[in-house]
């Protein structure tokens, strides 16, 4: 499927999601919630109307949105090309209500502003190009809609900011085994002083 038939479905999946919906309310939303192994970086979970940074683990971007799919969000993928869809599903993502354009490349801004329009949460990834002038306008825009962005790279006025700066793997023993178990460490640094927390967010299925 070329490019503009990826985005001729996606726009199909976005009527479907808007159609007979009420635009969300400006009254205070409750906040999605994120797995348990972050609720001491984020105690107050994800907040409608902002921009968070997820930087450095596909891992933790997908456990993210597993948790706020199990609240019935409506996610798009923009610019991220190499974001396995079978990892997406293991971490809890209902595909059914997922909607991915990999490379949206000049059309970027507009792609990203029709899914805040009518989506619960976009994620932003390298591939989705946008100016520093586009992402403010953005960062209104999702502000006005109570939508969330998350961001795999810079984007100022950032409500979070969380980074993994190292990770590892177990489950290899000398001579044999396979990757198992990911062990990594998460930091925040938006607010005050660095906080570091060391989690293991996924375990890999046998098979």
């Not at 107050?44 to 933790?60: F, K």
């Not at 792609?111 to 989506?119: H, K, Q, R």
Request: charged letters at 25%; hydrophobic letters at 40%; a positive charge.
């Amino acid at each position: 499927m070329g490019r503009d038939e990826r985005l001729a479905a996606a726009r199909a999946l976005l009527r479907q999601r808007t159609d007979g919906d009420e635009r969300r309310s400006s009254s205070a939303a409750p906040a999605y919630p994120v797995p348990a192994l972050l609720r001491e970086l984020l105690p107050q979970g994800v907040r409608r109307g902002g921009v968070g940074l997820v930087r450095g683990s596909s891992s933790l971007l997908l456990a993210m949105l597993g948790e706020m799919s199990r609240h019935e969000a409506w996610i798009a993928l923009v610019g991220l090309p190499a974001l396995g869809l079978p990892a997406a599903r293991q971490q809890g993502v209902d595909l059914a209500r997922v909607v991915v354009v990999p490379r949206p490349a000049e059309r970027s801004a507009n792609v990203v502003a029709s899914f805040v329009d009518g989506m619960d949460v976009v994620v932003c990834g390298p591939a989705a190009v946008l100016t520093d002038a586009e992402r403010r306008r953005l960062t209104g825009r999702v502000r006005d809609r109570r939508a969330v962005l998350l961001s795999t790279g810079p984007w100022p006025g950032a409500a979070f900011d969380l980074e993994v700066p190292r990770h590892r793997w177990s489950g290899l023993e000398p001579g044999g085994g396979r990757l198992r178990d990911l062990h990594m460490v998460v930091s925040r640094r938006d607010q005050g002083p660095e906080r570091r927390l060391e989690v293991a967010p996924w375990t890999r299925r046998a098979g």
